[in-house]
């Protein structure tokens, strides 16, 4: 089965507010870890990596969080906007073959 | 810079027909990787290419399915003889080597197949 799993299918969020998303990953081997927005009916859109020597690492809006020792991965939207909308993937990157979680549908309450 | 383009963007197939998928890296990219998604599922693994070698094709059915990149052209992704449960889309990704090994890989907007 898959080695990296989400916490929750679906989350739905005030616009403006800001969204977490959160991913678990199982495998100690994984040294880097991409966060994927995929629209509906459109490729899987890169957002932001992290290696597994950071914990931290900020982007325009967005913010990946790395705690190695529990395994776990999140990725947080400021300011949540409505083009958030979509499926949110983590992935992690071992001998450079992306294994994907199912993914996490963020919907914005208006 | 173009990016990861694939075509067709949609392929309707008769069982026991034959399935191209075809995917052009981006430009200066070495290394083509495949994906299959069901609907409202994730990206599963198929197959990791380098031009004219195959790295990884651990997520490859072994039967009727197949990959190449060859040194001139696009990714090929070939499915024989298809049966309904070929019905997916298809993504493919590519990148580049990088100094530090670290790879971000950019996709395709994917390949739609269904099966009649």
């Known amino acids: 089965g898959e080695s990296v799993g989400l916490h929750l299918p679906t989350l739905s969020v005030q616009e403006g507010d800001n969204s977490i998303i959160n991913c678990a990953y199982s495998n100690s081997a994984s040294d880097y870890f991409i966060w994927y927005k995929q629209e509906s009916g459109k490729g899987p859109q890169f957002i932001i990596d992290?290696?597994?020597?950071?914990d931290k690492r900020q982007g325009q809006r967005v913010t990946v969080l790395l705690n190695k020792t529990v395994k776990h991965l999140s990725l947080q939207i400021a300011a949540t906007q409505p083009g958030d909308s979509a499926v949110y993937f983590c992935?992690?990157?071992?001998?450079?073959?992306?294994?994907f979680g199912t993914g996490t549908r963020l919907t914005i309450i208006p | 810079n173009a990016g990861v383009m694939q075509n067709p963007r949609h392929l309707v197939r008769r069982r026991g027909q034959e399935a191209r998928l075809r995917c052009s890296p981006m430009k200066g990219h070495s290394h083509v990787y495949w994906y299959r998604q069901l609907p409202e599922e994730g990206l599963k693994f198929m197959v990791y290419?380098?031009?004219?070698?195959?790295?990884?094709e651990s997520g490859m059915p072994k039967e009727r399915f197949s990959a190449e990149f060859p040194k001139e052209g696009p990714s090929i992704l070939r499915i024989q003889q298809v049966v309904r449960g070929d019905s997916a889309a298809y993504f493919c990704?590519?990148?580049?080597?990088?100094?530090?090994?670290?790879?971000?890989?950019?996709f395709g907007q994917g390949t739609r197949l269904t099966v009649v």
């Open positions: 992290i290696r597994s020597n950071m």
């Open positions: 290419l380098q031009k004219e070698n195959i790295i990884d």
């Open positions: 992935a992690e990157n071992i001998n450079e073959k992306l294994t």
């Open positions: 990704a590519s990148s580049r080597r990088q100094g530090s090994g670290y790879t971000e890989a950019f």
